[in-house]
């Protein structure tokens, strides 16, 4: 099967910018090797988001890790998705999550996590971690040692 039978709508058209958190528009595609485990990376260095107490921008770098299931994410949707964010006020920790939780409920990965490193606002970085384990299988198992054995970055 061609990506081009596949349905998606983004790629190859005129980029069209969400103005605020817009989930949906994220793709899928059929991951080819699902009996296959293996990492998929995704970093946005140029991820930004809105305070939402204050409306002053937050930057970050926003790592995307994840074994696919039978789905994968379109790039060019992620990118859209990420950027929607621009004008979305929200802390740090609720931004790791909500694109953690956006992923999971998309493509139902075996398992997935979600790291923001936030540059420095009023002297202090904040690096949030989240991830995800398909339940009930070894990857609910790995998630839960991954994060009993999170390394923070300096």
């Not at 605020?20 to 970093?43: G, I």
């Not at 970050?60 to 990118?79: D, F, H, N, Q, W």
């Not at 998309?106 to 970085?125: D, H, N, Q």
């Amino acid at each position: 099967m061609s990506r081009s039978d596949e349905g998606l709508q983004l790629l190859g058209k005129k980029t069209q910018y969400a103005t605020d958190y817009s989930p949906q528009v994220l793709e899928t595609f059929e991951n080819r090797h699902p009996d296959n485990d293996y990492w998929v990376q995704f970093n946005c260095p140029e991820f930004t988001s809105l305070c939402p107490i204050t409306g002053q921008p937050d930057f970050a770098t926003i790592t995307i890790l994840y074994l696919p299931g039978e789905r994968m994410v379109e790039s060019k949707s992620l990118k859209l998705y990420l950027f929607s964010f621009r004008n979305h006020g929200d802390f740090h920790e609720d931004c790791v999550n909500t694109i953690m939780k956006d992923l999971v409920r998309l493509m139902a990965p075996k398992y997935i996590e979600v790291i923001g490193r936030f540059t420095p606002r009023g002297g202090i970085s904040i690096y949030p971690y989240a991830n995800y384990g398909r339940p009930g299988t070894k990857y609910e198992q790995m998630a839960e040692q991954r994060l009993l054995n999170y390394q923070p970055i300096d």
